[in-house]
């Protein structure tokens, strides 16, 4: 059982980037899969999951209408597509999924997580 977040790296600001979440050994449909970031000295907070059985979605206000969570049944894969970035936005970003779809708001609920990837909003 694994998730693989990737596609993180060095962007200015106002720019994009694509981060996706693979999994394996499991199938996401029975989960909600969340997005987390975490900035040095901060922590860990949720932002942005989809509930993989109907596709309701979940924004932290911090990202709304600049993110957008998406799923690929046929990949059994996850993308957060990140628009108009921001410097704030900086921290390594993080794939997790959670068994509970109504506790998709508990960090602490989530089962499975993905290493992390980089992003660095900068000039």
């Known amino acids: 059982v694994q998730l693989q977040a990737s596609g993180g790296g060095l962007v200015q600001p106002g720019g994009s980037l694509r981060l996706s979440c693979a999994a394996s050994?499991?199938?996401?449909?029975?989960?909600?899969i969340g997005w987390f970031r975490q900035a040095p000295g901060k922590e860990r907070d949720i932002v942005a999951a989809?509930?993989?059985?109907?596709?309701?979605?979940y924004y932290a206000d911090s990202v709304k209408d600049r993110f957008t969570i998406s799923r690929d049944n046929a990949k059994n894969t996850v993308y957060l597509q990140m628009n108009s970035l921001k410097p704030e936005d900086t921290a390594v970003y993080y794939c997790a999924a959670n068994s509970r779809p109504n506790t998709l708001l508990r960090i602490d609920r989530y089962n499975y997580w993905g290493q992390g990837t980089q992003v660095t909003v900068s000039s």
């Open positions: 050994g499991f199938t996401l449909k029975d989960y909600v």
């Open positions: 989809i509930i993989w059985s109907g596709g309701a979605t």
